[in-house]
């Protein structure tokens, strides 16, 4: 099975090279600064990212490729980052990810256990 151009058992560095899947990291940049910034009460971000991994669920999206789109979104911001990417904002972005990782998929583990 194919996932965003590439090929579900490719490597993280190898998904990173395929256009459909740089244009999905592009929009998870968006989708996670808009969850941490601009959507007001936690509530309501917990309720938007809900319905975000409600989507992926439909679409069967693998919980490995999770940890392949969080390590794409570490690494892109440590390139805009640059030279002032430290382990400490590192560990950050990871614990953030995970946070609305956790939200996304919270649903899907109450319906399945």
């Known amino acids: 099975r194919r996932v965003h151009g590439g090929i579900k058992d490719a490597t993280a560095?190898?998904?990173?090279?395929?256009?459909?899947?740089?244009?999905?990291?592009?929009?998870?940049?968006?989708?996670?600064?808009?969850?941490?910034?601009?959507?007001?009460?936690?509530?309501?971000?917990?309720?938007?990212?809900?319905?975000?991994?409600d989507l992926h669920n439909k679409r069967n999206v693998h919980f490995d490729y999770y940890t392949k789109m969080g390590s794409c979104l570490v690494t892109c911001v440590e390139k805009a980052v640059g030279e002032d990417w430290n382990p400490k904002l590192e560990a950050a972005w990871f614990a953030a990810y995970n946070v609305v990782i956790y939200f996304m998929v919270e649903r899907f583990w109450e319906a399945n256990l």
């Open 13 to 53: 560095e190898e998904h990173r090279e395929t256009r459909g899947f740089k244009k999905h990291r592009d929009g998870v940049a968006r989708e996670f600064t808009k969850a941490m910034s601009e959507m007001g009460t936690i509530s309501t971000r917990k309720q938007i990212l809900a319905n975000l991994g």
